[in-house]
């Protein structure tokens, strides 16, 4: 399967400061997606990225789309307790079936 | 909201039974799909859906099978459960490049 590489793996931090996680792919993909996963919820969509170069906000979260359609990146701003969870990278490949590679995840902490 | 029910949430199964997990979605999506979650892989796509009676395999689809009849219903059946296949597993729905996830079944195959 596709080979996604998502870092950091966990990431301890202080509320408000600012988070960045990225994911590379060793194969180029023509959507980027970013879900967040809560303990014994399934993962909830943040953002949708469908164009190399695109940068999407959805209120203090940022995503980008890379140029090279081979890497991805998150930006948390202002981190507040409730941001704690695993956040997930999926790339979906240019060909083939309509489904979705994901990243092993970034496991994130947020002190008070 | 991805409108995904799946059910059991939760299961215990013998080694060698057959199990089978469902998942009812109330949007009409055409693209369905499974996948189990297991620390370290993140999530790994079993099977999908692109239509009624349409399915293919994903990257982990060995001693797994599914079956869509209609276009709210797709069911994921282990013919034989082992040990391996003890994970969560998450039903998932769409339209297009996007997927929308249940809440999960935890099955433990003992």
């Known amino acids: 399967g596709q080979q996604l590489n998502q870092s950091p793996q966990s990431m301890f931090i202080q509320e408000g400061e600012d988070v960045s996680m990225n994911c590379t792919s060793s194969s180029i993909f023509n959507t980027w997606l970013w879900y967040k996963q809560d303990p014994g919820e399934g993962p909830v969509l943040l953002i949708a990225?469908?164009?190399?170069?695109e940068l999407t906000s959805n209120g203090r979260l940022t995503a980008q789309f890379g140029i090279t359609r081979k890497d991805s990146f998150l930006n948390i701003s202002a981190s507040i307790p409730s941001d704690v969870g695993i956040y997930f990278c999926?790339?979906?490949?240019?060909?083939?079936?309509?489904?979705?590679?994901f990243g092993t995840g970034t496991r994130l902490t947020v002190i008070p | 909201d991805a409108g995904i029910t799946q059910s059991p949430r939760h299961k215990v199964t013998e080694t060698g039974t057959p199990v089978t997990l469902r998942c009812h979605q109330t949007e009409n999506h055409r693209y369905m799909y499974w996948y189990r979650q297991d620390p370290g892989h993140g999530l790994r796509l079993i099977h999908y859906s692109y239509g009624v009676k349409d399915t293919d395999k994903g990257e982990v689809s060995d001693g797994y099978s599914v079956s869509r009849s209609k276009t709210e219903d797709f069911l994921l059946t282990l013919e034989s459960a082992t040990s391996s296949q003890t994970s969560v597993y998450f039903c998932?729905?769409?339209?297009?490049?996007?997927?929308?996830f249940g809440q999960g079944t935890r099955l433990t195959v003992v």
């Open positions: 990225l469908y164009k190399a170069g």
């Open positions: 998932a729905n769409g339209a297009g490049n996007e997927a929308f």
């Open positions: 999926a790339g979906q490949a240019l060909t083939g079936a309509n489904n979705l590679f």
